[in-house]
T-cell receptor
Framework: GESVGLHLPTLSVQEGDNSIINCAYS??????FIWYKQESGKGPQFIIDIRSNMDKRQGQRVTVLLNKTVKHLSLQIAATQPGDSAVYFC??????????FGKGNQVVVIP | DAGITQSPRYKITETGRQVTLMCHQTWSHSYMFWYRQDLGHGLRLIYY???????DKGEVPDGYVVSRSKTENFPLTLESATRSQTSVYFC????????????FGDGTRLSIL
């Protein structure tokens, strides 16, 4: 499948370690943020979201942190597994339910 | 649980031809979106629709036409395909309410020769 990860920032992680993926967003008025995972040949898959009235939200093995002061979003993946290898995108919601996507970060898990 | 499906998955056509990409969702979501994904550009919004018979331009609408006669379908047409429209196209949908994620199909890889 197409390698959407070419030319993207790449994070190489040892299997079992924790991963942290960072994202800077642009609009201080954005009130909703989403992280997506995209595997080769597939569409972006929803991972976790967070509203602007929260600083942290946890899911299964994933945690999203929101720092509105510096307009920064991060995704933490605990105990990274080979199946976590993918491109990860952050997105912020604008008007009319439209999303603005970041360029993405490639995560490569080393067995 | 079909979700959102796109067809065809792969398409090769020639410049100047008309081609239509199909998108169907089974969630009765109000909002539907078309994106293209290219290396170096990420996901760019082509058109979106807030409801049946309501469509609006996104970031890169030139050369594309959409319609939304039924809530569940949102076809994207390239009226006269150009090589610069070679890309991977993704359809997405989300519910009304403002704070809901978009859910994506698996894409159509379109090559224009």
């Amino acid at each position: 499948g197409e390698s959407v990860g070419l030319h993207l920032p790449t994070l190489s992680v040892q299997e079992g370690d924790n991963s942290i993926i960072n994202c800077a967003y642009s609009n201080s008025a954005s009130d909703y943020f989403i992280w997506y995972k995209q595997e080769s040949g597939k569409g972006p898959q929803f991972i976790i979201d967070i509203r602007s009235n929260m600083d942290k939200r946890q899911g299964q093995r994933v945690t999203v942190l929101l720092n509105k002061t510096v307009k920064h979003l991060s995704l933490q993946i605990a105990a990274t597994q080979p199946g976590d290898s993918a491109v990860y995108f952050c997105a912020e919601k604008g008007g009319n339910n439209r999303l603005a996507f970041g360029k993405g970060n490639q995560v490569v898990v080393i067995p | 649980d079909a979700g959102i499906t796109q067809s065809p998955r792969y398409k090769i056509t020639e410049t100047g031809r008309q081609v239509t990409l199909m998108c169907h969702q089974t969630w009765s979501h109000s909002y539907m979106f078309w994106y293209r994904q290219d290396l170096g550009h990420g996901l760019r919004l082509i058109y979106y629709s807030a409801a049946a018979d309501i469509t609006d331009k996104g970031e890169v609408p030139d050369g594309y036409v959409v319609s939304r006669s039924k809530t569940e379908n949102f076809p994207l047409t390239l009226e006269s395909a150009t090589r610069s429209q070679t890309s991977v196209y993704f359809c997405a949908s989300s519910g009304v309410g403002g704070i809901q994620p978009q859910h994506f199909g698996d894409g159509t890889r379109l090559s224009i020769l």
